[in-house]
């Protein structure tokens, strides 16, 4: 049985390549290894004859430590329409086990540090003893930082 998590996460997108550098950045993740044999997925998909112009396709990033979902991108022409019915959290906070005031603060902190990498700040919640940001990650998606 594999100790990789049981589910992955995909990701309609314009640019695999940029948006796995980004949520691999934002989430502490790592690339994908290439297939046992392989030093390099260049490598991989020369030998498998998948023509240059294709390479950007998909990209995938995992969790270091095999804990979080395999999270797949793959490239699609068609253009997002609106609000994610599906978003990401980033708990990169320590949540309730901290007063508020704390809690905003790393929070902020983390935002500052995803913003340097290419996502946009959208508003905050801020309500009932509750913190988070919604970000805008560089292709539009929403997430939320908490």
């Known amino acids: 049985m594999s100790s990789r998590p049981p589910i992955q996460v995909v990701f309609d997108c314009k640019d695999p390549d940029r948006l796995a550098r980004f949520y691999a950045e934002a989430l502490h993740y790592k690339f994908q290894d290439p297939p046992q044999g392989y030093k390099t997925w260049e490598q991989w998909l020369r030998e498998q004859r998948v023509p240059e112009a294709e390479w950007n396709s998909a990209s995938a990033i995992v969790d270091p430590s095999s804990k979080g979902p395999r999270i797949y991108f793959q490239r699609m022409d068609t253009p997002k329409l609106s609000k994610n019915r599906l978003h990401i959290d ?47 990650d560089p292709e539009g998606n929403e997430f939320c930082v908490q």
């Open 90 to 136: 980033m708990n990169l906070s320590e949540g309730s086990r901290v007063h508020l005031e704390t809690r905003k603060k790393q929070v902020d902190s983390e935002v500052d540090r995803i913003v340097e990498l290419g996502a946009k700040k959208d508003h905050e919640l801020d309500e009932n003893g509750e913190y988070c940001v919604i970000m805008l």
